[in-house]
Nanobody
Framework: QLQLVESGGGLAQPGGSLRLSCAAS????????IGWFRQDPGKEREGVSC????????YYVDSVKGRFTISRDNAENTVHLQMDSPKPEDTAVYYC??????????????WGAGGTYEVDFWGQGTQVTVSS
């Protein structure tokens, strides 16, 4: 079965940490860009971070720069999102996606600039709640 499965969500305190994982089964992530998105009820889905598995290039939305770190483990076919110093406004359902990035991750035409991102797989989502 071809699927992406997120894990690691839960309750975190402001200033604490949480690590999300996105594991692929049935296919290799090696040729994809893996994006993390989040959505809170009543809000639009927001792209948070992306990594290109082939070269490790990354992108972060401004609101999480310096706090979140995306990393890849090609051997384990998994991508992680380390969330340090989370804030209540980071509360959302987090989804990972595997897509093709013709324009790369950053720069003009890249994922961060709203470039083409042809998603082949979505995960089911994992809830992250940041609260004291």
């Amino acid at each position: 079965q071809l699927q992406l499965v997120e894990s690691g969500g839960g309750l975190a305190q402001p200033g604490g940490s949480l690590r999300l994982s996105c594991a692929a089964s049935g296919f290799s992530l090696d040729y994809y860009g893996i994006g993390w998105f989040r959505q809170d009820p009543g809000k639009e889905r927001e792209g948070v971070s992306c990594i290109r598995m082939s070269d490790g290039s990354t992108y972060y939305v401004d609101s999480v720069k310096g706090r979140f770190t995306i990393s890849r483990d090609n051997a384990e076919n998994t991508v992680h999102l380390q969330m340090d110093s989370p804030k209540p406004e980071d509360t959302a359902v987090y989804y990972c996606a595997a897509g093709v990035l013709p324009g790369g991750v950053a720069g003009q035409g890249g994922w961060g600039a709203g470039g083409t991102y042809e998603v082949d797989f979505w995960g089911q989502g994992t809830q992250v709640t940041v609260s004291s």
